[in-house]
């Protein structure tokens, strides 16, 4: 089993940074960077779901400002282990291209809902909600839920 270093603290003043762990340089690297720390939990869930994707692991350390000098945050939810590949129940025989963006679209609107709720980082659990979903329901609809979710999110 690999041992990987501690995180370094990002450089220059205090904000909100995720650094990302990459195993072929065996060094940690920049990934996002805020004042705010939204942005960078945005950015971290969409990082782990591309590197996922690619077959990659994921590890990350979220830093932020606390009384004016860095402090490292739990970011064990963007460190969660890798999701499984989908059965092959789950992958949907292809009806044309204009069919493929629609389904694209309507995933990319949940999961737009999503971040804005808060959840950043999905588990495999999640990912098949997220599927049946997409695969149930029109645009108008989904979009209707990805609403409710950003102002669910939002405090409102």
Known sequence: METRPQSPQPPGAPRWAAMFYDPASASWRLGAESPDRTPVLYAIGEMAQVKRARGDEVTVALWGPQDGAWRRFDASAADAAPQPPPSEDAVRPASGKLAERMQDRRHQ???????????????P???T????????????TLRRVAHWMAVAGSGR
């Open 109 to 123: 609107v949940l999961m737009a809902g999503l971040s804005k709720a808060g959840l950043y980082d999905l588990t």
């Open 125 to 127: 659990d999640d990912v």
């Open 129 to 140: 909600a997220v599927q049946t979903l997409v695969d149930r329901l029109d645009e108008t």
